[in-house]
DNA sequence: GTGGGTGCAAAGTGTTTGCAAGTGT
DNA sequence: ACACTTGCAAACACTTTGCACCCAC
């Protein structure tokens, strides 16, 4: 169930597409829906799979068209954890910052925040002549399973 | 001209490679030599162009079979910045924990080394039960000349 | 001699795009 | 009506792979 945030963040792409001029079709409907019905990360594919469950006229096409509106509006992250696709992160117009470790064996991701960080990052670009547009720090680490256990339970590959 | 450093990077592959019983062929050798002979970063595709001016029997195939060898080894450190081709960066043994900034403009990069980040990422990480594996922090940002003049005059596509 | 290595070209994979038909405004 | 959108399939860019021949050890 979406929380008022997701219903803004819904709400907030619809006024970013209008005010660009651009139509609120019924396939962008079912895509815009599943994104913001959603707090988990995603893929293209699997974006498709879930928008073609409201709207099977959905095509991958149009997912692809609409994923970088999603991202120009700011409310959708672009994520690259070296894998040969991209995720995508709704939740991103709330927490701007954040970063994410992803475990190398079982995949889990875990968001978080750092002021601290984030200042150091600020002053480490303007030091080097470079204003930050977007940063991403990814931790590849094993959680603490992979830890105890040699392997993650919910490892699925 | 590579210094010492680079040098014993490059005997530490051979050594990686006899120790793998694999095969010091002329074509490997070509790569390897242009590989620590820079210290530039590079791409599959320039690696091959290079590679080509030592040997010009080196195939595509060949510099896609041996990169991985040379990442496997940890000598050469791969990087993704959401390009849709990898950077391999040569420079990586003795800079383990250097990160980068890029210009989403001209593609300059440039190298930097924080005691002070490393320290924040493991406390982080240790906070949230993960042990680091590797990290990489991206910043995606413009760079002087792009604040200035609007775009980079290196741009090249 | 033989098991690993090579080049070539074809296949893969995720993503983008040309086009003719469809549709929101 | 008109311009924006769509689905389809072909095109793309980078990377991987099957295969027959080759060569380092």
Redesign the interface.
Known sequence: MPTPDRTAAKEKFMAFLEQKNLRITTQRRAIVDTVFGTDQHFTAEQLLEWARERDASVSRATVYRTLPLLTESGLVH?M?F?KDYKIYDPNYADHPNHNH?I??DCDKI?E?E?E??NE??NE??HK?????????????????EM?KLGACKNKDH
């Open positions: 672009e690259d070296g470790i475990c190398d875990v978080f750092s601290k960080l150091l990052e480490i670009s080097l002549g470079f204003s930050v547009k977007t940063q991403q720090l990814r931790i590849n680490a094993s959680c603490e830890k």
